[in-house]
């Protein structure tokens, strides 16, 4: 069967170290992922998108690599602050426009 | 810009009842659609459409209908609320064609009892 799974649900890291989050899934073959932020009350707001041929991709503290072999993509915060404290979402992208999200992994930056 | 725009953001029905939550945006963006989000879930499409006239069913569309008549409004309509479908509602809209990120609505936060 199809599925998405991004790694244990909350991770809690200390200010200014690098945090890691993974999005694995299994039976699907996605043209792009992308990496959402989601807030309390709020509705996603987009971060990353990386594309199947790509390898990494970066926008100044964020990373995000892309492996269709492994079926895995990581994203990293650097130098995270306690305003990273969100829930990450990844999201499959597929030609037809659809996508398929995971279910979150929420972040908790301390000071 | 407005981007995109969603009424109500609260919204309490009675088993039966019928329903539409509004959802517009003003970026010309031919790509809209519907999810719901449960809690400690992530999202599940319901329906899309790539342009006016145009729908399709995503992975959750029993109890709902949709139509696109205009490129800015994409309502969703419940024909008859069941308590399963308690959950937030957000709408989402995107450039048509592949690779392009969904800008999302507020939110709509339905309860049924």
């Known amino acids: 069967s199809q599925k998405i799974e991004q790694n244990s649900e909350a991770l809690n890291i200390q200010e200014g170290k690098t945090a890691t989050l993974t999005c694995n899934y299994t039976?699907?073959?996605?043209?792009?992922l992308q990496w959402y932020r989601q807030d309390p009350g709020r509705g996603p707001v987009f971060l990353l998108l990386i594309r199947e041929n790509e390898k990494e991709k970066r926008k100044e503290r964020l990373k995000v690599t892309f492996d269709t072999t492994l079926k895995q993509s990581l994203f990293h915060i650097t130098a995270s602050q306690p305003a990273d404290s969100a829930t990450y979402l990844c999201?499959?992208?597929?030609?037809?426009?659809?996508?398929?999200f995971g279910d979150g992994t929420t972040l908790t930056v301390k000071p | 810009n407005a981007g995109v725009t969603q009424t109500p953001k609260f919204q309490v029905l009675k088993t039966g009842q019928s329903m539409t939550l509004q959802c517009a945006q003003d970026?010309?963006?031919?790509?809209m659609s519907w999810y719901r989000q449960d809690p400690g879930m992530g999202l599940r499409l319901i329906h899309y459409s790539v342009g006016a006239g145009i729908t399709d069913q995503g992975e959750v569309p029993n109890g709902y209908n949709v139509s696109r008549s205009t490129t800015e409004d994409f309502p969703l309509r419940l024909l008859s609320a069941a308590p399963s479908q308690t959950s937030v509602y957000f709408c989402a809209s995107s450039k048509t064609g592949v690779h392009y990120e969904q800008y999302f609505g507020p939110g709509t936060r339905l309860t049924v009892t």
């Open positions: 039976n699907y073959s996605p043209a792009y």
């Open positions: 970026m010309n963006h031919e790509y």
């Open positions: 999201a499959l992208g597929f030609n037809a426009g659809k996508s398929t």
